[in-house]
């Protein structure tokens, strides 16, 4: 079965320093999701893609976080610098297209903390 | 804007024993409803959703969760659980032209010997 994969799994960073995620969704999926997940807390949207483009990131927190997907498949998220308050869970999610009821797939996440 | 509260952070239950977890949500537009569950370690998992037609689905692995639009909840129930229950299980919605969910705090289910 497809799965939708992420890399690293674990980051522990300092503050000040950058960080980059990786993911490669499912083959074929049209739409890729950035989440994040607090502790204690459920995911919330950072950016959405449609193949290249963005088409919502009023979530993220443009001065430090920066997110693209120059081809359309995998896609990097950036922080720099990274501060305290970064210290999350990073989750990846892609979906065959757009529409408001298509699947979200999720991969395993990347789990940051920032020292 | 749109809003999901998941009523209770933790829930314990003996195996066997039925269960409930609630979910509210609000929206001002006609919403898609999804209950995503997380094992220790591992991603999240689409356990069920409702998108339209009978208010009740069901699971494979025996949950199922009825949407309730005067009440604005879709709960999700179980009549019998199992240790390998125990998981968080995250309550989302999706509204009609924003394709991005909205996800609950989740309730970490904890089922008991």
């Known amino acids: 079965e497809a799965e939708v994969a992420q890399s690293p799994r674990y980051k522990i960073t300092e503050k000040s320093q950058a960080v980059a995620f990786w993911c490669d969704p499912i083959?074929?999926?049209?739409?890729l999701y950035w989440y994040r997940q607090i502790l204690g807390q459920g995911p919330e949207l950072l950016v959405q893609f449609q193949d290249e483009s963005v088409v919502d990131d009023s979530q993220l927190p443009k001065d430090r976080f920066s997110a693209e997907r120059l081809k359309g498949v995998d896609s990097t998220l950036k922080i720099q610098p990274a501060e305290l308050g970064d210290s999350a869970m990073y989750l990846c999610?892609?979906?065959?297209?757009?529409?408001?009821?298509?699947?979200?797939?999720f991969g395993p996440g990347t789990r940051l903390t920032v020292l | 804007a749109q809003s999901v509260t998941q009523l209770d952070s933790q829930v314990p239950v003996f195996e066997e024993a039925p269960v409930e977890l609630r979910c509210n949500y609000s929206?001002?537009?006609?919403?898609?409803l999804f209950w995503y569950v997380q094992y220790p370690n591992q991603g999240l998992q689409l356990l069920l959703k409702y998108l339209s037609g009978s208010t009740l689905v069901e699971s494979i692995n025996g949950f199922e969760a009825e949407f309730n639009k005067s009440q604005t909840s879709f709960h999700l129930r179980k009549p019998s659980v199992h240790i390998s229950d125990t998981a968080e299980y995250f309550c989302?919605?999706?509204?009609?032209?924003?394709?991005?969910?909205?996800f609950g705090s989740g309730t970490r289910l904890q089922v008991q010997p």
């Open positions: 083959s074929g999926h049209a739409t």
């Open positions: 929206s001002s537009v006609s919403v898609y």
């Open positions: 999610a892609s979906s065959l297209t757009s529409g408001a009821t298509d699947t979200q797939y």
């Open positions: 989302a919605v999706s509204e009609t032209g924003r394709r991005a969910l909205t």
